[in-house]
């Protein structure tokens, strides 16, 4: 992966078994273990175990954009790099599975949730943040299904004091600037209902846990499908070659627009589909404090209250001596290319604004993330361009019934999150099961 990857670092995932060699004949090849990859493959397994499956991993791990590490300074506790929040927590499978595996589910408020904690050193201009902030959600929600899709910066009010904040929380959400995405598309976003919860142990290591008993072959990259053979899909690796009867892809909309994976006959539509769905960019940076039992426990700082282009920053999550910073957008794909020591920087000076400025030389890098950079993945999640929301659901359509799209971007309601990749791999594992009557063996 493309990360900035202090020596300290170790990663927090357990080893699922490793196919040696992914070549000969399967019923079903998976591209991708990430989370949608993963739950296809649980889901075959689970329903047809007459059924062959391997799931082909471009990288040396499993999880995709789940991704748990262990940085030293936290003696041996996780942090999540990508997915860290149960969105829609009571009806996220990743809760129930997460139970079923005897990690720990906190239940902690989430700072933006009621009952959670931010750093306000105003009240009252904190609740005026909000109303705006709900105010602008809400003519998303209610956009005029006639009226043509636009960008969402037209849902700004001119002159409004709280549009700097507004965009930041854009970019955050979307992994680009409002005058990107599509008002359409995020009026539609519905992670379920439920509060948002977390893994102790890091959504990584639940998503990575999970795959434990599914096969997988890493350092696989898929590179070329041929789909012209109305019985076998030969599949060509970096490894190898393969048949399947039917293929599930899951790689991001990163990947497949820019055609890493050659299918034949060609897939235009799906390039297409995939190139207005493009990811956006988000990152996170893990700041270790020294001496941290001052600081609140859980609680929420922004970096600044009036421009796009600042970091919300979790105080002590777990209420560990560390900051997790979170970055959106142009910042984010800046702060990437510039590198660990222009992150401490610009998150030391946001911090001593908000902090004070004793807090500077209590800072220390633990981990950074650098998704746009990963080079299977490319980028943070999906977001659809002014006009494209439709193209999830063109994504996600199967080809001749035997070629399947899952994860996240395919996801309608519950685009860029850890579960609906989930639910998109489930529903791709179905389709292909109902099209592959029992094997002759
Ligand atoms: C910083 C950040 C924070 C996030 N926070 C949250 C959150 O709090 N809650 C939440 O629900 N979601 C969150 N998400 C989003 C969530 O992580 C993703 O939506 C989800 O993990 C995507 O899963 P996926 O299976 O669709 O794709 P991926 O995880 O991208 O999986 C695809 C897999 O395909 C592999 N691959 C690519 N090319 C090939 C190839 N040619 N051959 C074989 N394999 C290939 C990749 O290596 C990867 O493992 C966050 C993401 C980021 C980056």
């Known amino acids: ?4 990857r202090p020596a300290s670092l170790q990663d927090a995932r357990p080893t699922p078994p490793r196919v040696p060699r992914a ?75 997460a139970g079923e595996l005897g990690l720990t589910v906190d239940r902690t408020p989430a700072p ?6 931010r750093l306000e050193f105003d009240r009252e201009a904190e609740r005026a943040a909000r109303r705006a902030i709900d105010a602008f959600y809400a003519r998303a929600d209610n956009w005029d299904a006639t009226q043509p899709d636009a960008p969402l910066s037209d849902l700004l009010e001119a002159g409004n004091p709280w549009n700097g904040r507004i965009g930041a929380l854009g970019t955050y959400i979307n992994g680009v600037e409002l005058g990107e995405a599509s008002i359409v598309d995020l009026g539609r976003y519905d992670p379920g209902p439920g509060p948002d919860w977390r893994v102790r142990e890091g959504y990584g290591t639940l998503v990575a846990r999970y795959a434990a008993p599914a096969p997988v072959a890493l350092e696989t990259a898929v590179t070329a499908i041929d789909h012209r053979n109305r019985d076998r899909i030969e599949v060509e690796t970096g490894r190898g070659r393969l048949r399947a009867r039917a293929v599930i892809v899951t790689v991001s909309t990163s990947v497949l627009a820019r055609e890493a994976i050659r299918f034949d006959p060609p897939l235009p539509r799906k390039i297409e589909a995939a190139s207005r769905l493009p ?18 426990a859980d609680t929420r700082a ?86 494209a929301a439709d193209e999830r659901a063109a994504l996600a359509a199967p080809v001749d019934a035997r070629l399947f ?9 519950k685009f860029g999150t850890a579960h609906g990749a989930f639910e998109s791999g489930v529903a791709a594992a179905s389709a292909a099961m109902s099209g592959l009557p029992p094997a002759a063996r």
Not at 86 to 95: C, D, I, K, Q, V
Not at 279 to 296: E, I, M, S, T, Y
Not at 302 to 328: K, N, V
Not at 356 to 373: F, P, Q
């Open 1 to 4: 992966m493309g990360i900035d």
């Open 279 to 296: 990811l956006g960019v988000n990152n996170k940076v893990f700041l270790h404090v020294r001496d941290a039992d001052d600081l609140p």
């Open 23 to 97: 070549n000969g004949d399967y019923d079903l090849a998976i591209v991708g273990a990430g989370a949608a990859g993963i739950a296809a493959a649980r889901q075959v397994q689970a329903a047809r175990p007459d059924l062959s499956v391997i799931l082909l991993e471009a990288s040396d791990r499993v999880g995709g954009r789940a991704w748990s590490v262990i940085p030293n300074q936290l003696a041996g506790a996780a942090v999540d790099l990508g997915c860290g929040w149960l969105h829609g927590a009571r009806g996220n499978e990743w809760t129930r599975i």
């Open 302 to 387: 922004m970096g600044a209250q009036d421009r796009s282009a600042t970091g919300s920053y979790l105080i002590r999550p777990f209420g560990r001596p560390i900051i997790e910073g979170y970055f959106g957008g142009q910042l984010a794909r800046d702060l990437e290319r510039a590198g660990g020591e222009a992150w401490l920087a610009f998150a030391r000076d946001e911090l001593a604004r908000t902090l004070g400025s004793e807090i500077r030389d209590r800072l220390s890098v633990a981990a950074i993330s650098a998704w746009a950079s990963a080079p299977h993945i490319g980028g943070g999640y999906s977001y659809a361009k002014p006009g």
């Open 405 to 413: 799209f899952a994860g996240e971007a395919c996801s309608t309601l």
């Open 112 to 117: 933006w949730s009621d009952g959670g904690r």
